[in-house]
């Protein structure tokens, strides 16, 4: 009964770099959210997939891509990562696409970029 | 545009003493959701108020949302140290797809 899983937990990048952060959710929802967290700031919304096959932005997208490699897998990647990009990264998914859902998070990836 | 303001940012209080963390929106909400994260974890679902006026309890938590639906409140009785934690407010984002709008949440910090 694993939920959300994401990869890696931790992660160091010099800046330029590249990564994907990786989440799978085993609940068959549709929905699936990735979030950045900064002190202070609360949850701001990076992408979403409302499902299998779509994707779209989010409140701060620029810097990052998506992938909905399918219903269980949502992968968020940074293709030069830059020091602003210093965060912690949950993901999230939801049954369906309905505005009373509640979401389902994963336990984070800690990314710092030197 | 769209916001959710949470108010205090943060507080803390000895074992024993209430809590009341309070949203408001810029614009009226459907519903809104509160959820709550343990320091070093992640965001836990606790509740999902929708009727204007309606209040739930879960223990000792009381949750209210406001008439006009614009705002909403967690009340804590009797605070333990298990407490501990940041609360968030949600609401529904304009533009559907369970998109949600977070406040910054409130730190609690419990003193035994």
């Known amino acids: 009964n694993a939920g959300v899983t994401q990869t890696p937990k931790f992660q160091v990048l010099k800046t330029g770099q590249s990564m994907t952060l990786q989440c799978a959710q085993d609940m068959n929802h549709n929905s699936m959210y990735w979030y950045r967290q900064d002190p202070g700031m609360g949850l701001r919304l990076i992408y979403y997939?409302?499902?299998?096959?779509?994707?779209d932005k989010g409140e701060v997208p620029n810097g990052y891509n998506v992938s909905r490699l399918n219903k269980r897998e949502f992968s968020l990647r940074l293709e030069s990562a830059a020091p602003s990009q210093t965060s912690v990264y949950f993901c999230a998914s939801t049954q369906g696409t309905g505005n009373s859902q509640p979401q389902h998070f994963g336990d984070g990836t800690r990314l710092s970029i030197l | 545009g769209q916001q959710v303001m949470q108010i205090p940012q943060y507080q803390h209080v000895q074992e024993g003493e209430d809590f009341t963390t309070y949203c408001n929106s810029s614009t009226t909400l459907s519903n809104i959701q509160w959820y709550k994260q343990r320091p070093g974890g992640h965001p836990v679902f606790l509740i999902q108020l929708v009727k204007s006026g309606e209040v739930k309890k879960q223990k000792r938590l009381t949750f209210q949302f406001g008439e006009a639906k614009k705002n909403s409140s967690l009340h804590i009785t009797a605070t333990q140290t298990t407490d501990v934690g940041t609360y968030f407010c949600a609401g529904p984002k304009s533009g559907g797809y369970n998109k949600l709008i977070f406040g910054a949440g409130t730190r609690l910090a419990v003193h035994p």
């Open positions: 997939s409302a499902s299998e096959g779509t994707t």
